[in-house]
């Protein structure tokens, strides 16, 4: 489907935006508490999701 290439690229830009969108989140919350109360359950339901959506992908694969 994917070149090893591709693969490692898409890996690599997840990694890095994780990483920016991170360090990124953790400035503005310093600067500005209240507007990131209750964003650990977001957070939480965001991957339940994609995990979910992961767990669908491989059970309906051949």
């Given at each position: ?13 997840v990694?890095?935006f ?15 508490r209240?507007?990131f109360?209750?964003t650990?359950?977001?957070?939480i ?18």
């Amino acid at each position: 489907m994917f070149s090893i290439g591709q693969q490692i690229f898409a890996i690599l830009f997840v990694i890095c935006f994780i990483i920016i969108i991170s360090i990124s989140y953790s400035k503005d919350k310093k600067q500005q508490r209240e507007y990131f109360k209750g964003t650990y359950k977001i957070l939480i339901v965001f991957f339940i999701i994609l995990s979910i959506l992961f767990l669908i992908k491989f059970l309906t694969h051949n």
